[in-house]
């Protein structure tokens, strides 16, 4: 599996496991105070990282280590 699918079903199971069940249960048991927020928060930063993982961060390369090797000589 790519990082793209596996960030792919991260995504989706935040929303529907969040979406569906962690605040329907919230809204079910009184909507008060709103404790789902830090659910939300603390996964959501997950998701960011494994976003910045999939979209941003590139392999090093042989090539990289070399071009760092002849710097340091």
């Known amino acids: 599996m790519t990082r793209w699918h ?31 927020g830090w659910i939300l928060a603390a996964w959501g930063m997950g998701l960011v990282l494994a976003g910045w993982d999939v979209f941003f961060r590139r392999d090093v390369t042989d090539e990289d280590i070399q071009r760092e090797l002849r710097k340091i000589r």
């Open 6 to 36: 596996r960030f792919r079903s991260d995504v989706v199971a935040y929303v529907v496991i969040n979406g569906a069940f962690i605040v329907g249960i919230w809204a079910l048991t009184g909507s008060g105070y709103f404790w789902p």
